[in-house]
T-cell receptor, first 116, second 112 residues
Framework: AQKVTQAQTEISVVEKEDVTLDCVYE???????LFWYKQPPSGELVFLIR??????QNEISGRYSWNFQKSTSSFNFTITASQVVDSAVYFC?????????????FGTGTRLTIIP | DVKVTQSSRYLVKRTGEKVFLECVQD?????MFWYRQDPGLGLRLIYF???????EKGDIPEGYSVSREKKERFSLILESASTNQTSMYLC???????????FGQGTRLTVV
């Protein structure tokens, strides 16, 4: 069964500090997809990134970067020079590429608070 | 702009009532999902559907059923609402497992 663990329930950092959100996953499949979503105070989840299991290259998008390591089953998310607008709940998610079992499993989320 | 629309933002229902939560997407997506979100528990999958009239149980299907008669619409049904079903309900759709899901704004259901 697929599972996503986000051990950090809440994190608070001062603005401009860097912060890393951890995500560890479990799956029996060799083909799978990992995602990060942001849920701002307004409530609607916003897609941030997708990564497939065959692509272990790290990705950077502005102040955001993602570190995918299959050896440790982790897909961590780093925000550099954090800003108050980054305050949100962040979810990591996993889907397996099995026809008929195309469910998307989420972790419990990490609430990030950026202190001005 | 892509859209997943949930019929209500807030609902208050009485214990024992039959409750319908409606979700419509305009992106011609095959996959649709219903989640509930509770503090400390994240998003838990109730049911999902990968095609019209197809449905699969998620992790917490007890007390719920779903209906997907048309591709764009996925309904969540609480046959007899109970207070422990008070929660935020989120609908989502995606074109496939490898692609991102789009979420509705959520329905906050309170059962009294």
């Amino acid at each position: 069964a697929q599972k996503v663990t986000q051990a950090q329930t809440e994190i608070s950092v001062v603005e401009k500090e860097d912060v890393t959100l951890d995500c560890v996953y479990e799956t029996r499949d060799t083909t799978y997809y990992l995602f990060w979503y942001k849920q701002p105070p307004s409530g609607e989840l916003v897609f941030l990134i997708r990564r497939n299991s065959f692509d272990e290259q790290n990705e950077i998008s502005g102040r955001y970067s993602w570190n995918f390591q299959k050896s440790t089953s982790s897909f961590n998310f780093t925000i550099t020079a954090s800003q108050v607008v980054d305050s949100a709940v962040y979810f990591c998610a996993l889907s397996e590429a099995n026809f008929g079992n195309e469910k998307l499993t989420f972790g419990t989320g990490t609430r990030l608070t950026i202190i001005p | 702009d892509v859209k997943v629309t949930q019929s209500s933002r807030y609902l208050v229902k009485r214990t024992g009532e039959k409750v319908f939560l409606e979700c419509v997407q305009d992106m011609d997506h095959e996959n649709m999902f219903w989640y509930r979100q509770d503090p400390g528990l994240g998003l838990r999958l109730i049911y999902f559907s990968y095609d019209v009239k197809m449905k699969e149980k998620g992790d917490i299907p007890e007390g719920y059923s779903v209906s997907r008669e048309k591709k764009e619409r996925f309904s969540l049904i609480l046959e007899s609402a109970s207070t422990n079903q008070t929660s935020m309900y989120l609908c989502a759709s995606s074109l496939g497992v490898s692609l991102e899901a789009f979420f509705g704004q959520g329905t906050r259901l309170t059962v009294v």
